[in-house]
């Protein structure tokens, strides 16, 4: 079946400007991260929702980052205003409630110049 | 969650065995280690987990020292599609749970 799904792959943007990262999570799976990967470093956690309620953002860096998931299933992930220390992978993973496996998208490569 | 201890490079020839070690002093009695493994430009990829017991499946085998301070992944034929980053994870519940990794262990495979 199909996986973990994000888009787009590759974002490049100007310092100052909002950027929106998309994840299609595989069907049915209740459970959503995402996580910032910078370059040599392990993945880092950022906010986790189950269906469409947001019950861990501890790990957001700024409130220049928000992300959301209205309906319980695609997930999107805001930054605005983005600045240099934002260049990074961004990591989408989805799960089933009760399973110890989490399956990650490809990841957005986000280069802020 | 319990801090992990891994070495930060190794390698390894096509077709032997590749063991990663991987120290978690600090587990709790309820702690799972897990093991996930990213290629490169690829998200991470679950391996195997376990509490207590050796545990196997077609990807790897997972050693669990008795006091369960240390464990070893197993990779038992090696190939060139092994390479990559190997993390081991200690996390305190199953079910949907955030994962911490660490620098993990960079694994080449040579021909």
């Known amino acids: 079946g199909a996986g973990v799904s994000q888009s787009p792959r590759y974002k490049v943007a100007k310092r100052g400007q909002d950027v929106a990262l998309r994840c299609d999570p595989i069907s049915g799976h209740v459970s959503l991260f995402w996580y910032q990967q910078a370059l040599g470093q392990g993945p880092e956690f950022l906010t986790y929702f189950q269906n469409e309620a947001q019950l861990d953002k501890s790990g957001l860096p700024s409130d220049r980052f928000f992300a959301e998931r209205p309906e319980g299933s695609v997930s999107t992930l805001k930054i605005q205003r983005t600045q240099q220390e934002d260049s990074a992978v961004y990591l989408c993973?989805?799960?089933?409630?009760?399973?110890?496996?989490?399956?990650f998208g490809p990841g957005t490569r986000l280069t802020v110049t | 969650d319990a801090k992990t201890t891994q070495p930060p490079s190794m390698d390894c020839a096509e077709g032997r065995a590749a063991n990663l070690p991987c120290n978690h002093s600090?587990?709790?009695?309820?702690?799972?280690v897990y093991w996930y493994r990213q290629i490169h430009s690829q998200g991470p990829q679950y391996i195997i987990h376990g509490l207590k017991n050796n545990e196997t499946n077609e990807m790897a085998s997972l050693i669990i020292t008795e006091d369960r301070k240390s464990s070893t992944l197993i990779l038992p034929h090696a190939t060139l599609r092994d390479t990559a980053v190997y993390y081991c994870i200690v996390r305190r519940e199953q079910g949907a749970q955030k994962l911490v990794f660490g620098q993990g262990t960079r694994l080449t495979i040579n021909p």
């Open positions: 600090t587990i709790s009695g309820n702690e799972y």
């Open positions: 993973a989805s799960t089933r409630e009760v399973t110890h496996e989490q399956y």
